[in-house]
Nanobody, 115 residues
């Protein structure tokens, strides 16, 4: 079992930055692939960024060059640095941990990009 708690969301102006954090507990964190998803009202949940247990990363085309995912296995944490934010980045951002058949979700944190 893995428990995930996101933090760091909020209201930011277009062009601004936010850093989201996801704290994990309850299992061997280093084994898990960690992902950030987002879901905007009326839209499907979208994979934003992922980092494997080995540290390889992958990003949605819409955030490449603006977002950076990182993990600290010693702290059981994964972060998402978001720069040059756009109004279309507004969504609930959810942390996800995946290993074998295990798949866990956090509750999400709201990010609103608006002037």
């Amino acid at each position: 079992q893995v428990q995930l708690v996101e933090s760091g969301g909020g209201l930011v102006q277009p062009g601004g930055s936010l850093r989201l954090s996801c704290a994990a507990s309850g299992s061997i964190f280093s084994l898990y692939a960690m992902n950030w998803y987002r879901q905007a009202p009326g839209k499907q949940r979208e994979l934003v960024a992922q980092i494997t247990s080995g540290g390889s990363t992958n990003y949605a085309d819409s955030v490449k060059g603006r977002f950076t995912i990182s993990r600290d296995n010693a702290k059981n944490a994964v972060d998402l640095q978001m720069n040059s934010l756009k109004p279309e980045d507004t969504a609930v951002y959810l942390c996800n941990a995946r290993y074998d058949i295990r798949n866990y979700w956090g509750q999400g944190t709201q990010v609103t990009v608006s002037s």
